[in-house]
């Protein structure tokens, strides 16, 4: 980090004393690799790695994650569009593979929540897998009521943790 | 790993504390004087009050001389005091005596621990009296002594003495309390017990889970796992050698046995689906587990002893889950959605004759059957999650709690109390409870941290 920054200071020293914009040019490779303020323009495409976590979890604005009634398991429409999205996304990025967490809300007991997490999670894998992603790149995970997004005690807070998020790995 | 106990040494007649050759003092006349003292070494004045519900009177062990111990640094007489206290605090938490301790009372003198004066304790309305000793030997072991008299009748009940390591002198007093409670409930013991429980610290969200292990008094806590993995659901082995718990180590659920003598983990089975709620036989050849696998949860039972091929019990659709020994062995009592929602089930030990017993409303799970095999405890799911229990065939439910969200009864050894933890709103706090079976005497455990998933084991031999 702090590397970095001198090594960024030093380089704009130079590009103003330089008093030109391509001053970059005449200098020896520099490390600023990363350096935002580099006058070298914009290089690089902003934004993750497709095929990344990040890219995916980008790409499904909130449709990596579908939410389940209390102690239901079945995948209704708009749970099967966002599945839509996923296995597209997918079939996009062969070379992927995913993880689907289930999850269930903090108003079970945690054995039963272990089971039904698992359920879901696998609920939404079959959907996965009817629209044609091969079920060996799929693998899923209970953390039962482990692993609350929403923190509160109420109906609101629970429809948001009965939920089955895919996460995709590569 | 440290060595979780050693056993206790019972000496088999324990007979009077030894310093045998001095005859003991006559019963009444010198012993109030004597005693007068005594109060003034113990820094406490007594207070009358609390003399009027006085039920048992547990004074100060007597120590033959005050001696060092490894067991305290103030030497034996001061082990004398905690040794009695340890006994208080025993008794007074199930409801069912109102004992008074040693930080209320005269300590009686070493030959007076055979010889009670009776005109002490019967003027303080004192209806049952503890007395004991602490002797240390020449190998640091100690030697402690119980006796419980009827001060009305001026008798003495019972009596029983214990060899153990300075390490184990709290377990020489929970055998004492035992005893007494014993004698006079007609009850089993309880109190010499362990627990074996989840700790949690951190926020709902990342919340860390240690497994981790205490006496039945709270004493003696011992973290086991680090928290880097999420431990769930542990479960003492019959004889307190192992711990079968789950943990999220790779990623997943798994079912791992914890071996306290050597520190090993080993996994119950090797599957690639998840496996949780594991369950130990009341002999301890077996253990149940239910396992995961597209979407279809189902119990089976594998030998504890390692090797042979996994059993499965159940194989209805939907889920399966949990499961509890009769006393005897032959039945189990488990968790089952087969009908639309949670419910209690009865299987044969072999899975067969599966049948539900819970038809009341809401939603019935995690049953435990009692260790005298008349009850199931269970948590009871109709808005609030509370402990109730009922009977093998399902009748005579009955709440033992009422509170926003308790659950995961497991039965103190003699199945008259029923621990559970309590989750509080909002914030998921957790904390370790206990009820009698009347549902009136409830009360907390100590724990250092939060505390969820208690597992009572058996009374230690």
Known sequence: ?170 | MIRLFTFLAFVVAVATPAYAQQPAPPVVPMAVPAEDEEIGLTGRVTDESEWQDLGIAIPAFAADRDGPTPANSQGTSALGVELARVIFNDLRNNGLFRPVGPDALPRPTYPQITSPAWATWRGRSAEMLVHGYVRAGNDDRLTVGCYLYDVQLQQELVREGWVVAPADWRRAAHKCADLVYSRLSGESPFFDSKIAYIAETGPKDNRVKRLAIMDSDGANHRFITNGQSTALTPRYSPDYSKIAYVSYLNGFARIFVYDIGTGSQTLITQSPNPTFAPRWSPDGRWILYSMAASGNTDIYRVSAAGGGSPQRLTDAPGIDVGGSYSPDGSRIVFESDRSGNQQIYIMNADGSNQRRISFFGGRAATPEWSPRGDLIAFTHIAGDLRIAVMSPNGGGLRHLTNSWQDEAPTWSPNGRIVQFFRTQRNSGETSIWQVDLTGRNERRLPTPVGASDPSWGPVLP
Not at chain 1, 144 to 162: D, I, T, Y
Request: glycine share 6%.
């Open chain 1, 1 to 170: 980090m702090k590397k970095i920054a001198i090594a960024v200071t030093v380089a704009s020293a130079i590009a103003l004393s330089a008093c030109a914009k391509k001053a970059p040019e005449e200098l020896p490779p520099p490390p600023q690799t990363s350096a935002p303020t580099t006058p070298s323009g914009p290089s690089q495409p902003a934004g993750p790695v497709p095929g990344t976590q990040q890219h995916f979890v980008q790409q499904m604005q909130g449709r990596d994650t579908i939410y389940f009634d209390t102690d239901k398991y079945d995948i209704d429409a708009e749970d099967q569009t966002a599945l839509r999205q996923q296995a597209q996304y997918l079939q996009q990025y062969p070379n992927v593979r995913a993880t689907v967490e289930g999850h269930a809300d903090e108003r079970g007991t945690r054995e039963y929540n272990l089971a039904l997490g698992e359920r879901r999670a696998n609920a939404a894998k079959n959907y996965l897998v009817s629209l044609g992603v091969s079920a060996d790149r799929i693998t899923v995970v209970s953390y039962g009521k482990e692993r609350p997004v929403a923190l509160g005690s109420n109906e609101q807070a629970w429809a948001r943790n009965r939920r089955a998020v895919t996460v995709v790995l590569n």
